[in-house]
């Protein structure tokens, strides 16, 4: 007779019940309800904390930064409506015709890539939200793949010009030129003493 050891018997039973019909259907809709938080509420504490964290960590740069990621929002938000006008490609789910490319998706990469450029540190954490909003927009068949790839390039590609830019996109009258701090550069250096 076959026993089983201590540790293979509860991953044989967590196994069993995922297989189980009612367990995936579960599953999937614990996964549904996932992506339509992140949809909604997610992008919304995102881009709340993203205009707002400036104003909290960044001292007396704070007013700057935070007006530099709402100008650089603001500038991907209208490019993205425009290439929606223009584009006009159906939702996966037949809703409209507004899918390409996608907005949610602009708007977090938008934000996530200005913290990042602010926080270096904390990075890997707007950029995991940011793709995480992005990919719930695939899963609730809002947009397909392309549309949010399309929207988080716009979003970085927007920030990064932002950045560049010594007084900002739109809002240029309100910010002021962004002084520029020197980047450590790797440097290799040889001494030698008799």
Do not use: C
């Not at 240029?172 to 980047?183: G, V």
């Amino acid at each position: 007779m076959f026993r089983f050891s201590r540790p293979l018997l509860p991953a044989l039973i967590v196994t069993l019940g995922l297989l189980h019909p009612h367990t995936q259907a579960r599953a999937d809709d614990d996964l549904h309800d996932a992506a339509k938080f992140a949809s909604n509420g997610g992008i919304a504490i995102l881009l709340t904390s993203g205009f707002l964290l400036p104003l909290v960590e960044d001292g007396k740069e704070g007013k700057q930064n935070a007006l530099r990621v709402a100008d650089s929002a603001l500038t991907s938000a209208i490019f993205t409506s425009a290439l929606k006008r223009i584009v006009r490609a159906p939702r996966p789910d037949g809703s409209s015709r507004s899918s390409f490319p996608s907005g949610h998706a602009t708007a977090a990469f938008s934000v996530a890539t200005m913290q990042a450029e602010f926080h270096p540190r904390q990075a890997p954490y707007w950029y995991a939200g940011a793709a995480l909003v992005a990919a719930s927009r695939v899963k609730l068949r809002r947009h397909y793949w392309r549309d949010v790839i399309a929207g988080a390039a716009i979003g970085y590609f927007t920030s990064k010009l932002e950045l560049r830019r010594p007084h900002g996109l739109l809002l240029f009258p309100f910010i002021e030129k962004r002084e520029e701090t020197p980047r450590q550069r790797p440097t290799i250096s040889f001494s030698y003493s008799f």
